[in-house]
């Protein structure tokens, strides 16, 4: 079985996917997957430890610290067999998607495995791909594949939390945050809604963008664990996808890995 792992600044997600299908399965299905904070990273050792991983590929945006628990891990999860470990990294073109960034390499491993997996899912269409976690992403791909570059900004929690860290209201106020009005009649409420129209506007306005080079095809995808709270006021059409840096782990591993080797 193949494991694919996405390490991100809150939590850890996997995903295990059969070797012997994975030319052949729909990207985005798996045999099995979950998510831990990564404070509780220690849980992973228990979960994966029956799951019969005989390669691994990850993703990581944590650091080296991190790169070294997960290794630890992985290997007292499988009782120490070798078990090929590949760490997925930004390169100068990868799985039909070119990297455009001046340096390649300091694109985040995250947001180029998020490329390759939107590309992979809507060949031919030109995408703004907004990831909304911690940080927001906005990410262009054109329809032949080049990834143009980005924005990023604070995620919809942390622009919050900025603005009050002592209001103690605030995170029952995000969790409904799909029901506020434009303009709050209450500070907490105020808030969300000033960073919504934040997070929102920034969307909309990359997706204006590519709509000017007469792309009426252009496509919006919204994925992360803001997405929700986010996506619900946009004013443009969207298509929601979940776990999509696994998706694009998965694609590489179909077009480019040996699965004969698991």
Not at 12 to 28: H, P, R, S, V
Not at 49 to 74: F, S
Not at 224 to 245: E, F, Q, R
Request: net charge negative; proline share 4%.
């Amino acid at each position: 079985m193949l494991l694919l792992v996405d390490v991100g600044n809150t939590r850890i997600k996997w995903a295990l996917a059969d070797c012997a299908t994975i030319g052949d399965a729909d990207l985005g299905r798996w045999a099995t997957s979950g998510s831990v904070a990564r404070e509780q990273i220690a849980q992973l050792e228990d979960v994966w430890r029956n799951l019969n991983i005989a390669r691994a590929i990850l993703t990581n945006v944590a650091g080296q610290a991190m790169r070294d628990k997960l290794e630890q891990i992985l290997s007292r999860a499988v009782d120490a067999r070798p078990v090929p470990i590949e760490w997925f990294v930004s390169l100068p073109s990868l799985a039909g998607v070119r990297n455009g960034y001046r340096q390649p390499q300091q694109l985040g491993s995250d947001r180029f495995a998020s490329a390759i997996g939107a590309h992979a899912l809507f060949p031919d269409r030109t995408l703004i791909i907004a990831t909304c976690g911690t940080a927001t992403t906005i990410d262009a791909v054109t329809a032949d594949g080049v990834f143009t570059g980005g924005m990023i900004l604070p995620g919809l929690n942390l622009m919050a939390s900025s603005l009050a860290r002592n209001t103690a209201q605030l995170p029952e106020v995000l969790q409904h945050s799909e029901r506020l009005a434009p303009f709050a009649d209450n500070t907490e409420e105020a808030i969300i809604s000033g960073c919504i129209a934040a997070q929102v506007g920034a969307i909309e306005r990359a997706f204006a963008y590519v709509r000017l080079g007469a792309d009426e095809s252009a496509q919006c995808i919204v994925s992360g664990g803001a997405a929700a709270s986010i996506a619900s006021h946009l004013a443009i059409p969207y298509t929601p996808v979940d776990n999509l840096v696994l998706i694009g782990l998965q694609a590489v591993a179909r077009q480019y890995y040996d699965m004969s080797t698991c």
